[in-house]
């Protein structure tokens, strides 16, 4: 199994950053790949250039603001475990976004790296531009 784990500090508080992040209609303001994203209650549909992925909700705390998600279908091979983390703490004035993924098959890793690392940079440029 691949564990990565990225993270960004950013200028706004927790509870501003919690609410953007688990907002799904927001998914296209900061993920890159993602053109458009909604629920079904259950379910998150993101679209991207590829097609449509199917994230099965695990976790919305919001007392501790993290958010677990799994993708249930979509990827391009068949996802033997995956889950992906978001967690948002206070970081001095402002908050710290910590967004890890662990994926099996190993195979799967180098795609949702790419992905994710464009997603946390999404994140910083997102709350740079929205004060």
Same mark, same amino acid.
């Given at each position: 199994?691949?564990?990565? =784990?990225?993270? %960004? $500090?950013?200028?706004?508080?927790?509870?501003?950053?919690?609410?953007?992040?688990?907002?799904?209609?927001?998914?296209?303001?900061?993920?890159?790949?993602?053109?458009?994203? $909604? +629920?079904?209650?259950? $379910?998150?549909?993101?679209?991207?250039?590829?097609?449509? @992925?199917?994230?099965?909700?695990?976790?919305?705390?919001?007392?501790?603001?993290?958010?677990? #998600?799994? *993708?249930?279908?979509?990827?391009?091979?068949? !996802?033997? *475990?995956? /889950?992906?983390?978001?967690?948002? @703490?206070?970081?001095?004035?402002? +908050?710290?976004? !910590? #967004? +890890?993924?662990?994926? /099996?098959?190993? +195979? /799967? %890793?180098?795609?949702?790296? =790419?992905?994710?690392?464009?997603?946390? %940079?999404?994140?910083?440029? #997102?709350?740079?531009?929205?004060?």
């Amino acid at each position: 199994m691949t564990t990565l =784990r990225f993270d %960004a $500090h950013v200028e706004q508080g927790p509870d501003r950053v919690w609410a953007v992040l688990t907002d799904v209609h927001t998914i296209p303001q900061w993920f890159p790949a993602v053109r458009e994203a $909604h +629920s079904d209650g259950v $379910h998150r549909h993101l679209r991207t250039p590829e097609g449509t @992925l199917q994230a099965l909700v695990v976790t919305k705390d919001d007392e501790l603001r993290r958010f677990q #998600y799994r *993708f249930a279908e979509g990827l391009p091979e068949p !996802i033997d *475990f995956h /889950l992906g983390t978001i967690d948002v @703490l206070p970081d001095g004035d402002g +908050s710290r976004v !910590i #967004y +890890s993924q662990e994926i /099996l098959p190993e +195979s /799967l %890793a180098p795609l949702v790296e =790419r992905a994710v690392g464009a997603g946390i %940079a999404g994140i910083a440029r #997102y709350f740079a531009t929205h004060p």
